[in-house]
């Protein structure tokens, strides 16, 4: 079993809005993307994750970009050229597809990747992309719901949806995790009642401990208190010196004091940190990768 916790990286160049996207990523493609991932595979990384976005708004481009490759497809592609570790969709806009549609997708995934897959959801949040695929934005949240029950029950079992069956089957028992993103009460009670774990989608309002104390709350409620459940944090950090100014949100410096960070938050109760790391381009990218996998992780394990 993997010790606690577990950690992760939102691969580069797949999505590219300037929210998070580096520089170097605009000149970038499927090369230096398979070279991260691998990179996070050979370092002993547990998960990479990948965005989705189908078709982006002519008013938004300009903040969103419109780079933003299929997930499925992505995941698909990298899972051929890892071996161990997990890909996760962060996340998967449920209402867009039907929830069939979706099962299969992500079935097929978990069978090619040897039962490496975890489904990150969410509900989706730009109208106009809803528009463009001819699908109703006012009660996403509630089909997302619904979907979500019937894309469990056909992961967990060939008829699990009806008259119909799906193969090939998942090869983890009962189908990929499923984990919920969001960071609003609605997302927070969505991901206790009907999601195996929990992506922050944005610092949630009351900071993260009481993101977790909601979590606890619902799921005790919801009687699934003695389930396992993943709770995801970003935590970002450059190990070393990095040779220039970065923004405050940034913990730089020795292992230690990164390692201490981490384990900040699993004393929360977070289970999966995912790392955001600044770069100036993938190599860059590459040897932190390295540094948080042989001097940061053993710290915050142990």
Partial sequence: MTPVPEFGLQLPVQAQSTLFAQTWERDAGPAELAAVAQACDQHGFDFVGVCDHVAIPRERAAAMSTVWYDPVATLGWLAGMTSRVKLLSHVYVVPFRHPLLTAKAFATLDAVSGGRVVLGVGVGHLAGEFAALDVPFAGRGARTDEYL??????LADEWGAGDVGQRPRPVQAGGPPIWIGGSSPVALRRAARLGDGWLPQGPPADGIAAAITVLRRERAAAGRAGEPFAISAGVAGYVGAPGRSLPDEYTVGKPGRLAELVRDHVAL???HIQVRIPSRDHVELIDQIAAWAS????????
């Fill in 149 to 154: 029950r019937t894309i469990r029950a056909a």
């Fill in 295 to 302: 001097e940061v992780i053993p710290l915050a394990r142990s």
């Fill in 269 to 271: 109760g977070v289970t």
